[in-house]
């Protein structure tokens, strides 16, 4: 592809993504000012944020379209000869293409690595075909690829200087640079790539159905005098207030703004203020109630536990600008080609890491500064290598800030604990958007994590998927159940990506987001249609209700619980299964994979393994307690109602989605548009012989591994439903008994493995006791002092006021009163009368006289 | 005349200056206390023009005395102007209800 | 003769000055002071100021006491209206009127005139001796009485009338102290006039024709809202 289509191509992605981007933002403008003034009975802010996101939806789509022309992806060619062939011919006229440039050159270093043992699978010509899992590593085609790779290098003469250039593969630029402190360049950039594109059309649709849903769920609010039930006046009586229908859609609509930015961000920088603007929607919507106790301190305590992440964050900014001074992700404007971002100075043109020397010594040299040269010649001197546990710190806190935003542990209280919002903020918040924002960026930023760092996240999702998982075993509110699962499907995703499953991570980000969303709008069906009745315990029989939710939530709890049909039935398809079975299908490949290179690692395939049967028998727990057996409650069973339409077609949408998004598996159109953006150091795996031995998996090895894998985790997730069934469906086992005989592990569970109480224990009381200290001394010390200053000044003033009143006072009152007395007492000589003055006159001159003759001497 | 003494035409002078004194001392009527008034300047005059005649002045008393007779003339004039201007807002000449400015 | 006539004139001017004191009429208050002022200027052509003395009957006599007679006719609700001042404001008036007089007439009768105007002439003629000298010796010695008086006072019997004189005079011009007589320099004498003060004395005139018109004027606005 010459230049020009590149940045054709480019600048068309861009204005449709912009404009995605900012017509929520445009949608919050409209809605927080035109709201304030408009009466609060209107449905107009609704309609404003579902005609901006669903014009942002169309647009985004439109990006896809572009982007799948562009990136020649046959969409339907999953398991098919046919389509393949009909790609092939067509290629040979289109190779230009950056993302199949690329691909060639994988292809071609999966020469280089490979054996020949695929070569059997010859039939595919092209590297465009190593999308398809049983492409890559033909052998016999090799000349044909270099052929391909040469050409490539005569049409746009750069290429040979980066390997991993996302010229190939990725559109970025600069909006506008905002300044510029000293080297440090603060600009907005856009850098667009499968994932941008994909993130897109998955946010906006998301959105739009939930925007659709929050139009029932939240016509509570439609109102000039809204009555809180959960707040009591002091009095007894419930809070009234005013309805705020067009304020949640304004901050809903905030919040679809700052994702899509994060989303279309173009360097780190970029992505921490959109970052933080995220956390400050997520906080004023899980606080949307602020008049409850709890919903502002779900919303003080989510922004917190996101601030400790985001200390990390900060401090991974610090390292990334001091040794690297640009914040941009990479530079691809043909013009200026060689000006580079940090994922081509960390990588070289291979996609390794090129180290020096050993032990603390161990460098990574910085690749591409050429191009940093030319524009600032004040890095003339700056590092051409950077120390690699600086390197590793860098990730670290960048991770730490996903930790937080994407609830891993340790950071993972604050998101049961945001449940306190409206549900369609618990499903924006926990499927598409916020937790979605941790995960994208660890898959955004995977080029410069070094295998430390991913071993470290590798741990932290395992942990964090079981934690959660457990947890929700026993949680009876409908919406903490979902958000342990979240807490557990986040956890899964990180592992992913912590085990070189890139693919297999976002893979299931996208699906989850879908299932996960469904399900949360299923909730929050139930619960509006349960009258704001959130227990379980109080629930059940209400298939008989609520007949469309009960059938959406049941897509969603087999998707996420990755039930299948297995293969054989439908050999092209791969499996007859809702999208879920496929990336958590992904992910347990990509452990066992993983554990099988890393055996000392073997934990971090059984843990998933066994949380999948957990998280079957969770959710079909929750399935089978919402909807089936006897109503627990039957004042809540009598009242219960289904959902209006404007509630049950996003349902619908979102239910489809959730079944048939990722049809086709890691063949199929979605896996392939995620693939289009892999890092090209994963494809091969790699080896890690630093500090910690590690070798990752590549994509075949994976790919040998699946058979396995998805028969391991469909039997642990049919075994958990099974047992769910056993117990909740069929009622076969006394669950109040197991209670009872397991209470200290459940009492455990109940209380969330402690986390809380360990916060307060090893962070909450130290901080009280040191504040006490504290008062202590300020009592004991600088109030003494201050109170002895303050009698000081108290006893001088009383001095002065003394000095005042006896000397000062008296004087002036003197002087006064006798000019008063004097005045008064001549006062009767001013009579008016002229004769008189006339008389007082001649008096005078006589009397003057009369003196000068007696006193003046002759 | 040659037996005629500076000092008797400064006694009628002073005689004079005395009864004008007592008339503006005396008279509540506004016209006799301007009538008092002529009589002091009067008194005056005699003085001047005597001490031109008897003593070294010359000429010089004699203007002296034409200058306090036109300003006397003057006075006068403005000073009816004023017990006319008091009148028509009193109904009165006497000087003594012209008193609003007492203390 | 002369001192006949001068006690008659002073007699009949301080008997009416006291006439006017006593009387409690307005209008006879202004007859007797006509008397005493046409008596005071009787006085005036005794004392060789026959300008003057006319004058002070022009002016005074046929201006000023007219325009009190207007006054008291423009003011006087009746025509022999008295306004009484109390006994006590009399007695009062009384001691004080005649311990003036009697300060004023010690004054003036323990001064020595003779005594003065002779130290005051030995004075004059010192400084004439000294200008004398200056000049040459000669001329000073026999003319030395005539030079006094015409230089230092107002001779009437040689000069006669003092209109032309008092009319130079307020011209700038003084006959009276230059003619005849030089410098200290042989040049010609020029004493000063009062032309300065003649023209204030035109100007104030002005101002209090002007002023007296503007007080005196009819109140116009007060009669509309009487009708």
Known sequence: MSPEIYTQIGSQLMWLLTAAWLLPLFGFMIEIFGGYWSPRTSKTPAYIAVGCIGTGFVLSLFALGIWVKAAEIDLLAFGGDEAHAVAHDDHAAEHEHPVAHDHDRADGHDEAHEHDEHAEAGHHEHGEDEHSEDAHGEGEHSHQDEDHHEHAVASHGHDSHAGNDPFKTAFAGTFYRLGKFGSLDVTLDWYIDGLTVLMFAMVTLIATCIHIFAIGYMSDELTEKYEDHFVHNADGSHFHRVGRFYRFFAYMSLFCFSMLGLVLAGNIFQVFVFWELVGVCSYLLIGFYVERKTASTAANKAFIMNRVGDFGFLIGLMIIWTWFGVFQFAETNPETIGEAGLFQMVRNSAGELETKGEGAEKTVVLQARQGIHKEHPVHATAATEIPYWLLVAAGLGIFAGCVGKSAQFPLQTWLPDAMEGPTPVSALVHSATMVAAGVYLVGRFYPMFTPEVLLVIAYAGCITLFVGATIAIVATDIKQVLAYSTISQLGYMMLALGVGGWLAGLFHLITHAFFKSLMFLCSGSVIHGCHHEQEMTKMGGLYKKMPITCWAMFVGVVAISGLAIPVLLVPKLGALAFSGYHSKDAIVASALTFSNLNPNHSLLFFMPLITAGITAFYMFRMWFMTFFGKPRDQHIYDHAHESPRVMTVPLIVLGFFAAFCAIGGENGPLAQLILTTEPTHLANGFESAGSVALSFPSHHQIHDNHATAGTVALLAALLGTLLAYLFYGAKLVDTDLMKRQFSGIHEFLREKWMFDELYDWMWVRPVHVVSSWAVAFDKQVLDRFLHFLSYLVVSISSWDRKFDEAVVDRIVNAVGETTFSIGRSLRVVQTGRIRQYVTFIALSVVSLFVLLFVFLPR | MDGISLNLFLGVGALLFVCGVLCMTTKRNAIGVLMGVELVLNGANINLVAFSKYGTLGLDGQIMSLFVIVLAAAEAAVALAIVLSFYNNHRTVDVDQASELNG | ?227
Request: hydrophobic share 50%; with cysteine.
């Open chain 3, 1 to 227: 003769m002369g001192a006949f006539l001068f006690y008659l004139y002073a007699i009949i001017a301080c008997g009416a000055a006291i006439a006017v004191v006593l009387n409690q009429n307005v209008v006879r208050m202004a007859f007797w002071l006509v008397v005493s002022l046409s008596s005071v200027s009787f006085l005036f052509f005794m004392l060789d100021a026959d300008f003057v003395g006319a004058t002070q009957l022009l002016i005074y006599v046929g201006g000023t006491v007219v325009l009190l007679i207007f006054g008291v006719m423009l003011t006087s609700s009746g025509p022999y209206k008295t306004i009484k001042s109390s006994p006590a404001e009399l007695v009062q008036s009384c001691i004080i009127g005649l311990a003036f007089l009697a300060l004023i007439s010690s004054t003036v009768f323990s001064v020595d005139w003779e005594a003065n105007e002779r130290r005051l002439a030995e004075f004059e003629h010192e400084a004439a001796h000294i200008h004398d000298h200056e000049h040459g010796v000669g001329h000073a010695d026999h003319h030395h009485r005539e030079d006094h008086s015409v230089a230092y006072g107002y001779n009437a019997e040689k000069e006669g009338n003092t209109t032309r004189s008092l009319g130079t005079a307020l011209l700038g011009v003084r006959f009276d102290k230059d003619l005849g007589t030089t410098g200290h320099h042989g040049e010609a004498k020029l004493s000063t006039g009062y032309l300065l003060p003649f023209e204030i004395v035109s100007v104030h005139l002005l101002v209090v024709l002007i002023g007296a018109a503007y007080l005196a004027r009819a109140k116009r606005r007060v009669e509309i809202q009487d009708a």
